[in-house]
Nanobody
């Protein structure tokens, strides 16, 4: 079983950058692809991006392309989400998750097997 722990959230100002980290536990994590989602109060959980451990294939939601970058450090078992030019609409709880599904299903939260506890990101002046 894969355990995931997010970190790096906090309060930032509009225009700032922030990097989130997701630590994967020992286990068969390399079999999975790792995704980032976010959920704002009263809204559904939205997919942001996913990266495959093996090979590094990535995919992004159109809403974050050009501003957010997903990356990984396989040796450290870490997945990152670099977020630039943050705005108040980016305020949400950010979750990392692991999936074994096909690339076309990466945007769908129901296909993710394991989830972290989430980290709060607040963008406010």
């Amino acid at each position: 079983q894969v355990q995931l722990v997010e970190s790096g959230g906090g309060l930032v100002q509009p225009g700032d950058s922030l990097r989130l980290s997701c630590a994967a536990s020992d286990g068969s994590f390399s079999r999975y692809a790792m995704g980032w989602f976010r959920q704002a109060p009263g809204k559904e959980r939205d997919w942001i991006a996913t990266i495959r451990w093996m090979g590094g294939t990535t995919s992004y939601a159109d809403s974050v392309k050009g501003r957010f970058t997903i990356s990984k450090d396989t040796a450290k078992k870490l997945v990152y989400l670099q977020m630039n030019s943050l705005n108040p609409e980016d305020t949400a709880v950010y979750y990392c998750a692991a999936t074994s599904t096909v690339v076309s299903a990466w945007p769908l939260a129901r296909h993710y097997n394991y989830w972290g506890q989430g980290t709060q990101v607040t963008v406010s002046s």
